[in-house]
């Protein structure tokens, strides 16, 4: 099992940055792909971007492509989502997830973590 808590959400103006982070505890954090995954209110949480146990693939959604940067630090446990060019509509509560494999869909992710809110305003 992997025990996971997001930090780094906070109100910011669009076009600004913001740099998520995902704690891991455990042992076996580096066998999980991870994820990022994002809801806004009255909305279905929807796929951000993943990155397999090696950090050599990622995937994103369309929306933030080459704007957000996933990344993980396997040696401190810790999954980082880097968010340039922010714009209203990537408000949301955002969260971080482990699963055995690659995957863009939320119920292919086994453990999650409590989210982190993402205000931007315009």
């Known amino acids: 099992q992997v025990q996971l808590v997001e930090s780094g959400g906070g109100l910011v103006q669009a076009g600004a940055s913001l740099r998520l982070s995902c704690a891991a505890s455990g042992r076996t954090f580096s066998s999980y792909s991870m994820g990022w995954f994002r809801q806004a209110p009255g909305k279905e949480r929807d796929f951000v971007a993943t990155i397999s146990w090696s950090g050599g693939r990622t995937y994103y959604a369309d929306s933030v492509k080459g704007r957000f940067t996933i990344s993980r630090d396997n040696a401190a446990n810790t999954l980082y989502l880097q968010m340039n060019s922010l714009k209203p509509e990537d408000t949301a509560v955002y969260y971080c997830?482990?699963?055995?494999?690659?995957?863009?869909?939320?119920?292919?992710?086994?453990?999650w973590g409590q989210g982190t809110q993402v205000t931007v305003s315009s």
């Open positions: 997830a482990a699963a055995t494999g690659v995957a863009t869909t939320s119920n292919s992710y086994s453990f």
